[in-house]
């Protein structure tokens, strides 16, 4: 069983930075992708950004250019610096793991619990 552990968050005025990281731990067969969704109360999550086995990172159109995605391979960390944030930039973002846990099983998302961003003077 694969389980994601949130780190960093808090509260942050216009322009500032924070940054997240967030820790995998448990055993899969394989890793598809790893990343960062965010929700506000009342609209879907929204993925933010996400990184590849193979390296690959994409970006919400809305943080690119301020937000950057980075993994950590050998301690299966991934780590999402966001910088010049906004207060729209405000929700919970949450961890995200897309895998396979055995070699016969079909892909599987796992989740952190969550970490609060507020952007605000």
């Known amino acids: 069983q694969v389980q994601l552990e949130e780190s960093g968050g808090g509260l942050v005025q216009p322009g500032g930075s924070l940054g997240l990281s967030c820790a995998a731990s448990?055993?899969?067969?394989?890793?598809?992708?790893m990343g960062w969704y965010r929700q506000v109360p009342a609209l879907e999550r929204e993925l933010v950004a996400s990184?590849?086995?193979?390296?690959?990172?994409d970006y919400a159109q809305s943080v690119k250019g301020r937000f950057t995605i980075a993994r950590e391979y050998a301690q299966n960390t991934v780590y999402l610096q966001m910088n010049s944030l906004k207060p729209e930039d405000t929700a919970v973002y949450y961890c995200?793991?897309?895998?396979?846990?055995?070699?016969?099983?079909?892909?599987?998302?796992?989740w952190g619990q969550g970490t609060r961003v507020s952007v605000s003077s």
């Open positions: 995200y793991l897309l895998g396979y846990p055995t070699k016969t099983s079909g892909p599987q998302h796992y």
């Open positions: 448990g055993s899969m067969f394989s890793m598809v992708a």
């Open positions: 990184i590849s086995s193979s390296g690959r990172r």
